[in-house]
């Protein structure tokens, strides 16, 4: 009985999780945005179009798996 209940409730905590994640997309992919060169400092010698192209890359493949798992 308790394990069902712990499952259910697991179950809960990730669908809100995913819904969050969906609903501030925009405040992820902007806060990503702003600290680009802390989380890829070795891309600092590209030029910023050849960064904004791996940015966009990264988020098109994160956007496809998000898609796939709402289906």
Do not use: C, D
Not at 49 to 66: C, D, E, G, I
Request: hydrophobic share 50%; charged share 25%; aromatic share 12%.
């Amino acid at each position: 009985m308790g394990q069902i209940r712990a499952e259910e409730q697991a179950a809960a905590i990730a669908q809100r999780v995913e819904l969050w994640v969906v609903e501030n997309r925009a405040v992820i992919v902007m806060f990503l945005l702003k600290n680009f060169n802390i989380l890829y400092p070795a891309e600092r010698h590209l030029s910023t179009r050849k960064r904004l192209q791996n940015l966009l890359r990264f988020f098109a493949f994160f956007v496809y798996n998000a898609q796939g798992r709402l289906r």
